[in-house]
């Protein structure tokens, strides 16, 4: 439908095309570099002025760097990691997973740590620009010396075959996804360690997978990479430079587990720890994963925890879903309202999709009866340990319940560490 224009709309095409005839007005700056200068100094007008506009973080500079002197690198760093994101289609070989899909930092700071054993990327950069840390001068012999370590690095990293045989550490830990892994930064500093164990101390692929699936579990339990992670690995690489074989490699990465996780932080700390309502607490994935280490079923099915975590699986709906024990409006309409209360760590299960829809929000004592009958009375007592419920425990007032369960969690925790350890 046509219609003549208003003096306002008239004003407003009139400004815009004033607007475009004035483009050729518009100032560019062009930056021209002398041909005499050297490759140094054009990384680094390079790097200053990526620098401006968006920030850049350090492992940015190192890649802007790697696109100077090493191109091809970066290229296959990238080419990597956008390959990692998706199954290739004709089945050949492929960096997809189902636990990780990084971005070309994130693959950086894992070659940095296996060819320099360092976590601080500032460092790094230094050293590949050919600067002496102590002299504080640069030479050309040294960067070059220093790119080939990371490409040496970059090619071990990238290896499919390591790639792939470091997964089955993860897996080996209980974790059968990234559906309950919470920092992927643990995952990537794991990987590194498993690359210097595997390369540098000539571990037993064996012996290093199960050290590495006991890091690894109480690295992404504890938290141990958040907050300044880059400063605990690099305090994990220094106490490494006590070791020079592999039963040394072993040794210490175990002393490092045995002092973090002792009697006071299962008895304790854990407990303590789990009194939350993050959605995404590391107490609760270790917890899932915990139950996936023991092959316990889920609560009121005899379908076990792993099966039905298995990211190959997908529907419509999840096979597997959390389940309030106490359910959410239940407690709403017995005065419980915080989401705080009702959200608690304790307060959640594994359990089947179809389980979920038929419990809505009964209460306890009313829904728990009819499961239970599933169940002889030996299957009920060993479920009931797995997800760290006491006998009866429907019929408990909920703060009694919840303080309970934190306790018998951490016990589930515990038990499955111990049986991580000792290889059974």
Same mark, same amino acid.
Request: proline share 4%; aromatic share 12%; net charge positive.
């Given at each position: 439908?046509?219609?003549?224009?208003?003096?306002?709309?008239?004003?407003?095409?009139?400004?815009?095309?004033?607007?475009?005839?004035?483009?050729?007005?518009?100032?560019?700056?062009?930056?021209?570099?002398?041909?005499?200068?050297?490759?140094?100094?054009?990384?680094?007008?390079?790097?200053?002025?990526?620098?401006?506009?968006?920030? /850049?973080?350090?492992?940015?500079?190192? %890649?802007?760097?790697? @696109? $100077?002197?090493?191109?091809?690198? #970066?290229?296959? +760093? =990238? !080419?990597?990691?956008?390959?990692?994101?998706?199954?290739?289609?004709?089945?050949?070989?492929?960096?997809?997973?189902?636990? /990780?899909?990084?971005?070309?930092?994130? %693959?950086?700071?894992? @070659? $940095?740590?296996?060819?320099?054993? #360092?976590?601080? +990327? =500032? !460092?790094?950069?230094?050293?590949?620009?050919?600067?002496?840390?102590?002299?504080?001068?640069?030479?050309?012999?040294?960067?070059?010396?220093?790119?080939?370590?990371?490409?040496?690095?970059?090619?071990?990293?990238?290896?499919?075959?390591?790639?792939?045989?470091?997964?089955?550490?993860?897996?080996?830990?209980?974790?059968?996804?990234?559906?309950?892994?919470?920092?992927?930064?643990?995952?990537?500093?794991?990987?590194?360690?498993?690359?210097?164990?595997?390369?540098?101390?000539?571990?037993?692929?064996?012996?290093?997978?199960?050290?590495?699936?006991?890091?690894?579990?109480?690295?992404?339990?504890?938290?141990?990479?958040?907050?300044?992670?880059?400063?605990?690995?690099?305090?994990?690489?220094?106490?490494?430079?006590?070791?020079?074989?592999?039963?040394?490699?072993?040794?210490?990465?175990?002393?490092?587990?045995?002092?973090?996780?002792?009697?006071?932080?299962?008895?304790?700390?854990?407990?303590?720890?789990?009194?939350?309502?993050?959605?995404?607490?590391?107490?609760?994935?270790?917890?899932?994963?915990?139950?996936?280490?023991?092959?316990?079923?889920?609560?009121?099915?005899?379908?076990?925890?792993?099966?039905?975590?298995?990211?190959?699986?997908?529907?419509?709906?999840?096979?597997?879903?959390?389940?309030?024990?106490?359910?959410?409006?239940?407690?709403?309409?017995?005065?419980?309202?915080?989401?705080?209360?009702?959200?608690?760590?304790?307060?959640?299960?594994?359990?089947?999709?179809?389980?979920?829809?038929?419990?809505?929000?009964?209460?306890?004592?009313?829904?728990?009866?009819?499961?239970?009958?599933?169940?002889?009375?030996?299957?009920?007592?060993?479920?009931?340990?797995?997800?760290?419920?006491?006998?009866?425990?429907?019929?408990?007032?909920?703060?009694?319940?919840?303080?309970?369960?934190?306790?018998?969690?951490?016990?589930?925790?515990?038990?499955?560490?111990?049986?991580?350890?000792?290889?059974?």
């Amino acid at each position: 439908m046509r219609r003549p224009l208003t003096s306002e709309e008239e004003d407003k095409i009139h400004e815009k095309i004033d607007r475009l005839l004035k483009l050729d007005e518009f100032p560019l700056t062009a930056l021209e570099i002398s041909s005499s200068v050297d490759e140094d100094k054009v990384s680094e007008i390079f790097v200053r002025i990526n620098s401006q506009g968006t920030p /850049l973080n350090q492992a940015n500079f190192i %890649l802007t760097l790697m @696109s $100077v002197f090493w191109d091809d690198g #970066r290229k296959e +760093l =990238e !080419h990597f990691c956008e390959r990692s994101k998706r199954p290739s289609a004709d089945g050949a070989p492929s960096p997809f997973n189902h636990y /990780l899909r990084p971005n070309p930092d994130q %693959l950086l700071r894992v @070659s $940095v740590a296996l060819g320099f054993r #360092r976590a601080r +990327l =500032e !460092h790094v950069y230094s050293l590949l620009r050919g600067k002496d840390l102590e002299t504080r001068q640069f030479s050309k012999e040294r960067r070059e010396k220093q790119f080939a370590l990371l490409r040496e690095a970059q090619t071990y990293t990238l290896d499919l075959q390591n790639w792939h045989e470091f997964f089955k550490v993860l897996k080996r830990a209980g974790y059968p996804s990234d559906q309950i892994i919470s920092s992927q930064i643990a995952v990537l500093y794991t990987y590194a360690l498993w690359l210097i164990g595997k390369r540098d101390f000539k571990v037993d692929l064996y012996a290093l997978r199960e050290i590495m699936a006991r890091w690894f579990f109480m690295a992404t339990l504890t938290a141990r990479y958040t907050g300044s992670p880059e400063t605990r690995f690099e305090q994990d690489m220094v106490v490494l430079r006590g070791a020079s074989t592999a039963a040394d490699f072993i040794g210490i990465l175990d002393e490092q587990i045995n002092a973090v996780l002792t009697r006071d932080y299962w008895e304790v700390t854990l407990p303590k720890e789990l009194e939350t309502a993050a959605a995404r607490s590391t107490g609760q994935f270790a917890y899932y994963a915990a139950l996936c280490l023991l092959g316990a079923p889920v609560l009121y099915s005899r379908m076990k925890a792993s099966e039905l975590l298995d990211p190959s699986s997908k529907a419509k709906k999840s096979a597997l879903e959390r389940h309030h024990l106490f359910p959410r409006k239940y407690l709403q309409r017995i005065g419980v309202k915080e989401k705080r209360l009702i959200n608690q760590v304790a307060n959640y299960a594994l359990v089947e999709w179809s389980d979920n829809i038929k419990i809505s929000d009964k209460a306890p004592n009313t829904y728990v009866p009819g499961m239970e009958q599933r169940f002889n009375a030996s299957e009920l007592q060993q479920m009931y340990t797995w997800h760290g419920l006491p006998e009866r425990w429907y019929e408990l007032d909920y703060p009694t319940f919840i303080g309970e369960r934190r306790k018998r969690i951490a016990l589930v925790i515990k038990a499955a560490f111990e049986k991580l350890r000792e290889g059974a």
